[in-house]
C-alpha cells in the first residue's frame, strides 16, 4: 500500500513499510524512511506507485482550470474529496485526487486552507482584487525586465528621467525602477552610482556627493521658510564718533563676523575695539529665525558652494558691511603702547560704523613683515594695522608662555594654504601664504575676544558654550578638546577659558554665547536670572550636543569635497607627473595641492624627502587615486643631531594627527575646526584633502592644520 500525505507543509508520497497503531512506516522514492501519522495522510492507493504518482499528479493540477475549479467549489468549507466529486464527477483515481490537493494548495488567491485536506474558496470580491493585484505585478515584473534590459545596456530608461539622485540618495526600495536599477548593477558586477553615471543617470560624481550630503541634512530643500528681521532695541546707542571700523576676510566672504578699530588715547595708550556681528539683538529665543538657525546649527562649506545657517536678509541685515552703521557687541581693551598690556576692557551692545572693508587678495602681498617694520607702503587703515600688528605679536608670545606652562612647544605654522576657486566642473587651486601679519592680527584678536567674553560668562554666573583642551595624563600627553557648558582651560590655546562668540552669522553656538553675553552687558549681575539659557538648563546641553555632532558632519563633507576637488585638479592639468613630500612612511604631501596621499610601495625615506610620482589613476565616484613613486628629486640633509631635533619639532604636528592615539587624533580634528576663520574666508575652519593638521592659530586660533580657502564661481 501506498500513501500520500502532508509534511511540513508539503506533499509527498511513499510506500507503507508497516503500521503500528495511528502512525505509518514510510519509505520515500528517493529511499528515506519517515513516520507519518494517520491524520496526516490524504490518500491510501495502491496502484501507481508513489515515485509515478508524484509526477503524474504534478502534471495533471497544471491543466486544472482554477476559474472553473473556483465556480465548482462550495461557498462554505469543503474537503478536496467533496470538490473531487464536483469537479471530476464519477470515475477518478489517486491521481486525480493528488492533482487536486496540489492545485488547491498552490492557489492561495483562489482557496484558502482551513485544515488537512479542508478549504474553503475566496470572496469573489476578494478573488477579483487578488487577480487584479498579480497581473499588475505581472505588468510590473514586464515592466522592470525593460528597465534591466535597458541598464545593462547603457541607456537611461525615460522613466529614470529626474530620478536618479533620488535612487542613489533616497530610494523607494519597493519600487521596481530601483529593483531593476539594483538587478542590472548587480548584473553587470559594479556599483548602482556606477552604473547610473555610465548611463547618464547624474551628471557627475560630485553631482552625487552633494547629493548624498543633501539627503541627509537638508532632506527638505536649503530654502528657507518666511522669516522677518526682528526690530532692533530703541535704545542701542551709537559709538564714539571716532570709531571707524574695518574688517579683514577673503573676498568670497559675505557673513563679515568680525571688525576692529583703533583710537588713540593720551599717555601712549590706544583703545582697540573688536565688533562683532550682533544677529542676537533681531533674534529672540524660540523665534522663528532661532529655529531655522537652531535646525542649521552652522553654515556649511564646500569648494565653490555654502549652505548659510541665516536667510540671505538676515545676513544682510546684520553683517558688518561697510558704508553704515551696523549693531554690533564690541570689546574695547585700552592698551599700553610701550608694553602692548591690556589696561582695561569694556563690553558694549552698540552701533558701530564700519568704514572698511578690506580683502586678503588685495593686501596680503602689500602688508607684510617687512613693509610694517619699514612703514612702507600705502594702504586702507594703515596706521590702525601698524598699531594692531605689535599688539598681535604680544598676544601671541602670551599664548607662547602659557601654552610652555601646560607642556606644550611653541606654535609652528606652515607657510603655504590655498585657496579654491570653482566655476562649474572646473577648479582653480591657488597658494596662499599662511601666517600673515593679517592672519596674525585677527587671529590674535579673534582669541581675545573670546577669552574674555568666557570670562565675563563665567564672572556673571552665566552659563555659556566653551571649548576645553585638556591634557591626559603627563602635561604633554594626548589632549581631548570637548565643548561644556562651564569655563575650563584650553592648554592648546593657551587660555583660561574660551567661549566661541566671534562667528554668530555662521555658527550657532556663538549666537547663543551673544544672547548671554548681552545678558550681561544689559543687565549686570542679574544676568542669572534673565539669560536666555539659565544654569543647568538642559536645553543648553542638547544645543552643545546637536552642535558637535552636526558641525563634525558639516566639516567631514567640506574635507571630502576638498580631497574630490584637488583629485579633480591632478587630471585638469593633463600631465602625469607631480612632486611631493614624504610626511611618514607611505604618506606623502603634494606641493602644488593640499592633498595628502597614500602611495604603496614608496620604500623607506626620511621626512621631508622630495619625490616625482606618476598618477596611475582617478575615480572621483569613489575619491580615491592611485599614484606611483618615479624617483627621488632631492632628500633633506641634517648635520648635527640639534638640526634633526629642530626638523622634528617642525614637523610634529604631522605625526601628531597621524600616529595619536584615539584622544589625541580627536583632540586636533575638534581643534582644527576651530582654526582659520578670522579674516580669512567663510569656509577656513578645516584641512583640504585629508591634509595633516598644521600648528598655527586661525582667527579663533586653535593651533590646528591650514584654513583652506574656498572660492566660489559660477555656483555662488
Not at 354 to 370: C, P, Q
Request: glycine share 8%; proline share 5%.
Amino acid at each position: 500500500m501506498n500513501v500520500f500525505f502532508e509534511e511540513s507543509g508539503s506533499f509527498k508520497a511513499g510506500s507503507v513499510l508497516s503500521r503500528q497503531g495511528d502512525a505509518f512506516q514510510v519509505e520515500l522514492p528517493g529511499g528515506r524512511r519517515a513516520k507519518v501519522r494517520a491524520k496526516d495522510v490524504l490518500i491510501e492507493f495502491d496502484n501507481p506507485a508513489a515515485g509515478a504518482l508524484m509526477e503524474q499528479a504534478d502534471a495533471a493540477a497544471q491543466e486544472i482550470d482554477l476559474d472553473f475549479l473556483w465556480e465548482c467549489a462550495p461557498p462554505d468549507e469543503f474537503a478536496f474529496t467533496a470538490l473531487a466529486d464536483e469537479y471530476f464527477g464519477s470515475g477518478y483515481g489517486p491521481v486525480e485526487r493528488a492533482a487536486l490537493v496540489l492545485r488547491l494548495h498552490g492557489s492561495p488567491v483562489y482557496f484558502r486552507r482551513k485544515g488537512r485536506g479542508q478549504y474553503q474558496r475566496a470572496p469573489e470580491e476578494q478573488l477579483k482584487m487578488a487577480l487584479a493585484s498579480l497581473e499588475r505585478k505581472r505588468q510590473q515584473a514586464i515592466v522592470q525586465a525593460g528597465y534591466e534590459d535597458e541598464l545593462k545596456a547603457g541607456k537611461l530608461p525615460a522613466a529614470f528621467e529626474g530620478k536618479a539622485l533620488g535612487l542613489l540618495t533616497r530610494p523607494d526600495k519597493n519600487s521596481i525602477e530601483y529593483k531593476a536599477l539594483e538587478a542590472a548593477a548587480a548584473a553587470r558586477g559594479i556599483s548602482t552610482a556606477r552604473l547610473m553615471l555610465e548611463c547618464g543617470g547624474i551628471a557627475s560624481p560630485r553631482a552625487l556627493h552633494e547629493a548624498r550630503f543633501l539627503a541627509e541634512f537638508f532632506p527638505h530643500g536649503t530654502g528657507f521658510p518666511p522669516v522677518e528681521v526682528g526690530p532692533l532695541p530703541d535704545d542701542l546707542p551709537d559709538a564714539d564718533a571716532n570709531v571707524e571700523a574695518f574688517s579683514i576676510d577673503d573676498v568670497t566672504t559675505t557673513e563679515i563676523d568680525d571688525a576692529f578699530s583703533v583710537e588713540h588715547l593720551a599717555d601712549g595708550r590706544v583703545r582697540i575695539g573688536i565688533h562683532i556681528a550682533a544677529p542676537a539683538l533681531g533674534i529672540a529665543r524660540g523665534d522663528t529665525a532661532d529655529t531655522v538657525a537652531r535646525a542649521r546649527l552652522s553654515t556649511v562649506y564646500m569648494p565653490g558652494d555654502k549652505i548659510t545657517m541665516l536667510p540671505d536678509d538676515f545676513v544682510d541685515a546684520f553683517t558688518l558691511k561697510e558704508g553704515g552703521m551696523r549693531p554690533a557687541l564690541s570689546l574695547y581693551s585700552i592698551v599700553n603702547r610701550d608694553t602692548q598690556e591690556i589696561v582695561a576692557t569694556e563690553t558694549r551692545a552698540e552701533r558701530v560704523f564700519v568704514k572698511s572693508n578690506l580683502r586678503h587678495n588685495t593686501l596680503d602681498e602689500i602688508v607684510n613683515e617687512e613693509t610694517l617694520a619699514a612703514g612702507t607702503g600705502e594702504y586702507p587703515h594703515k596706521a590702525d594695522i601698524a598699531v594692531l600688528w605689535p599688539f598681535a605679536q604680544a598676544l601671541f608670545e602670551k599664548r607662547q608662555q602659557a601654552r610652555a606652562g601646560y607642556g606644550l612647544r611653541r606654535e609652528v605654522q606652515r607657510n603655504t594654504d590655498f585657496n579654491f576657486y570653482v566655476e562649474g566642473e572646473h577648479v582653480t587651486i591657488t597658494p596662499r601664504r599662511r601666517g600673515s601679519p593679517l592672519d596674525l592680527i585677527v587671529a590674535e584678536l579673534a582669541i581675545l575676544a573670546n577669552s574674555t567674553w568666557g570670562a565675563l560668562l563665567n564672572d556673571h554666573g552665566v552659563p555659556g558654550i566653551y571649548r576645553s583642551q585638556r591634557a591626559f595624563g603627563a602635561p604633554g600627553g594626548p589632549k581631548r578638546t570637548r565643548m561644556q557648558t562651564t569655563a575650563a582651560p584650553h592648554e592648546g590655546l593657551g587660555v583660561a577659558q574660551y567661549a566661541w562668540s566671534t562667528s554668530p552669522l555662521r555658527r550657532y553656538v556663538d549666537l547663543v554665547n551673544q544672547w548671554q553675553l548681552l545678558a550681561c552687558v544689559q543687565h549686570g549681575v542679574a544676568a542669572k536670572l534673565v539669560a536666555p539659557f539659565k544654569p543647568k538648563d538642559a536645553d543648553l546641553f542638547a544645543v552643545v550636543q546637536g552642535f558637535d555632532e552636526t558641525y563634525t558632519a558639516y566639516a567631514d563633507h567640506q574635507r571630502r569635497m576638498e580631497y574630490f576637488w584637488c583629485l579633480r585638479w591632478l587630471q585638469q592639468e593633463n600631465r602625469r607627473q607631480f612632486a611631493a613630500t614624504v610626511v611618514k612612511d607611505d604618506l606623502v604631501r603634494f606641493e602644488e595641492v593640499p592633498l595628502l596621499m597614500h602611495v604603496p610601495g614608496l620604500g623607506v625615506h626620511a621626512r621631508g624627502t622630495r619625490v616625482l610620482l606618476e598618477l596611475m589613476s582617478v575615480d572621483e565616484l569613489t575619491i580615491e587615486a592611485s599614484v606611483r613613486m618615479l624617483h627621488v628629486l632631492d632628500a633633506p640633509t641634517v648635520t648635527s643631531g640639534a638640526e634633526a631635533g629642530d626638523e622634528g619639532d617642525d614637523a610634529g604636528d604631522d605625526e601628531e594627527l597621524i600616529e595619536a592615539s584615539d584622544e589625541s587624533a580627536e583632540s586636533e580634528a575638534e581643534a582644527l575646526a576651530e582654526a582659520g576663520e578670522a579674516g580669512e574666508t567663510e569656509a577656513g575652519e578645516t584641512e583640504a584633502g585629508g591634509n595633516e593638521p598644521e600648528n598655527g592659530p586661525g582667527e579663533d586660533g586653535e593651533s590646528a592644520e591650514p584654513a583652506t580657502h574656498h572660492a566660489a564661481g559660477s555656483r555662488e
